[in-house]
Each structure stands twice: as structure tokens, then as C-alpha cells.
């Protein structure tokens, strides 16, 4: 499948409180990364596999994303899914049917970074013919991240939330998603719904599959992981 042709939703509605102590004049998907917004490197890294139509979920001082990019999109069509109350990660992905077109269709989180082969994971998710295909990868210091587990055939069989577990160097979720369309009905419209916390659990029993991938995760949702993210990103030629 054409890369082309397949819808990009990225969540940037979140509050980000913890990263208001350096950054609260912006939400945090536009906190800015050695001279441009994070969310300009998200994009252009996804951009860079072909991808050309993104929806952009936005929330909390949204109008400050929705200005830039209608002035920044270049050769991109990026479109704007409003909520008007914080609606969480698959809520914000059900307030955005209408826009999706594509299937199946890219998720990813808009404070969050992991390179993921975007084509080899399109073509694994199509292969393996699966309802979702969420990414996974490994981090060193495990304190904030649930763990996911998985069968021989990497079908995903059970997630454990971050306050349940203390472990080092485990498959987390890499916040890159592949979805097809059947999942929205799985959402409960105009309700505060989660991936992490709600969906996901409830779908192990369906296809739901793992990608393995060794890119170093990044998140930037403190001081102290911004400050990481800029000097692991520097070294990226995107």
C-alpha cells in the first residue's frame, strides 16, 4: 500500500502539565526542538516515508498549532480536529472520524518520538492482516511506561499499566499506531476514552500485534526528557 494514500492522526491535545514549568506559553507538541517546534520534526520524519495528509488533534491552546500550520504546511495537507473538552487519546481519535479516510490509518503521539520504519511497519500491519499494529520498542530505565507482552507470533496478549510494574529493558509502547477502520467503532463517541487504559485492554482477544523495532524512544513530556530529546534528535538528518 502507497504510503500516499494513508491518513496520519497525531494527538496534541494533551495538557502537558508536568513540562509547564519550562514551557507555558505553547501546548507541548510545539515545545521547540535545537530551533522548530517538536511537532515540525514529528512531521517531517513521518513525511519523509511519503506520508502527505496529517490530522492534527488539538485541545488545550490549540489555535497556536492551528496558526502555524496554516502557514507552514508546504506541499502537506494538514487538517485540524478540534475537541472542545479533553476527550483522551482514542477519544481524540473518534472526534476525528470524519476526517480519516484511509485504511488502515497512522497514529502517533504528538509529544513522542521513536523511528519506526513507517514502510516495513505498513506492509507488516497488511501481512499479518491485523485490526491494530502498535509499535514497540525497549528503554533502559523503565519507571513511567507499562509493559506489553507478547506471544511467539507477536500477537499482543496482555498490557500492564505503569504503576503496576518496575522493570528495566521490556517492550513499551512506542506510541506509533496502525489502525484499521473497524477500531472506531470500539470508541465511545464524546467521552473521555483511552488507548492505554481502555481500549487496548479490551482488544487483546482481537488482532491486535506488536512491531518490534530497537529506535531509542523518546518523550518529552518533563524538563528533564526535552532536554534529552534535543540532544538525541541533533544528531538526526531528517
Known sequence: MDTRDIDVVILCGGLGKRLQVVVNDRPK??????????????IEYIA????????????????????????????????FSEEKEPLGTAGAIKNAECFIKSNPFLVMNGDSFCPVE?????????????????ALTKIEENKDYGLVTINSSDRI?????????????????AGVYLFQKDVLSLIPANRNYSLEYNL???????????????????????????????????????
Not at 511519503?50 to 502555524?68: A, T
Not at 513507517?118 to 502498535?134: N, W
Open 200 to 238: 487496548f485492554p479490551t482488544i487483546t482477544e482481537k488482532r491486535i500485534y506488536g512491531y518490534i523495532t530497537k529506535g531509542n524512544f523518546i518523550d518529552i513530556g518533563t524538563p528533564e526528557r526535552l532536554e534529552k530529546a534535543k540532544q538525541i534528535l541533533a544528531k538526526f538528518k531528517f
Open 29 to 42: 507538541p510545539m515545545a521547540e526542538i535545537n530551533g522548530c517546534p517538536f511537532l515540525d520534526v514529528l
Open 118 to 134: 513507517l514502510d516495513k511497519f505498513v506492509d507488516y500491519h497488511i501481512a499479518k492482516k491485523t485490526l491494530t499494529t502498535i
Open 48 to 79: 519523509g516515508y511519503g506520508f502527505r495528509r496529517f490530522i492534527l488533534c488539538i485541545g488545550y491552546m490549540g489555535d497556536i498549532i492551528k496558526q502555524h500550520y496554516q502557514k507552514n504546511s508546504g506541499p502537506l495537507t494538514i487538517l
Open 157 to 173: 496478549i496482555s498490557f500492564t499499566e505503569k504503576t503496576e510494574v518496575d522493570n528495566n529493558s521490556e517492550l513499551v509502547n
